[in-house]
Nanobody, 126 residues
Framework: QMRLVESGGGLVQPGGSLRLSCAAS????????MGWFRQIVGKDREFVAA?????????AYADSVKGRFAISRDNAESRVYLQMNSLKPEDTAVYYC??????????????????WGQGTQVTVSS
């Protein structure tokens, strides 16, 4: 079983930045591709970004965050990060970290992720 714990959420003004962190434990971290998803109130959870687990650090992003968000990982620390810049009110959501056993690919599909964190709230408001 892999445990994922997100941190770094909070309240930020439009145009500001936040960095989310997800600490993993319980399984070999570099064997998993990692993703970030978010759920806006009243909407389904959606893909945000993903990073490959093995080999090169291939990434993928939702069109809505491309150019503003950056996903990265530190395998030595068993952490994945989401740097969020130029935040907009529509980025307000609960952000979830997830781990996929499909380590050789990046995937946007929620059903290909095996483990999930509890989520961290990000609120973008003036």
């Amino acid at each position: 079983q892999m445990r994922l714990v997100e941190s770094g959420g909070g309240l930020v003004q439009p145009g500001g930045s936040l960095r989310l962190s997800c600490a993993a434990s319980g399984r070999p971290f570099d064997s998993y591709s990692m993703g970030w998803f978010r759920q806006i109130v009243g909407k389904d959870r959606e893909f945000v970004a993903a990073i490959r687990g093995s080999g090169d650090t291939t990434t993928a992003y939702a069109d809505s965050v491309k150019g503003r968000f950056a996903i990265s990982r530190d395998n030595a620390e068993s952490r994945v990060y989401l740097q969020m810049n130029s935040l907009k009110p529509e980025d307000t959501a609960v952000y979830y970290c997830a781990a996929s056993e499909y380590s050789g690919m990046v995937t946007m599909l929620q059903n290909q992720y095996n483990y999930w964190g509890q989520g961290t709230q990000v609120t973008v408001s003036s």
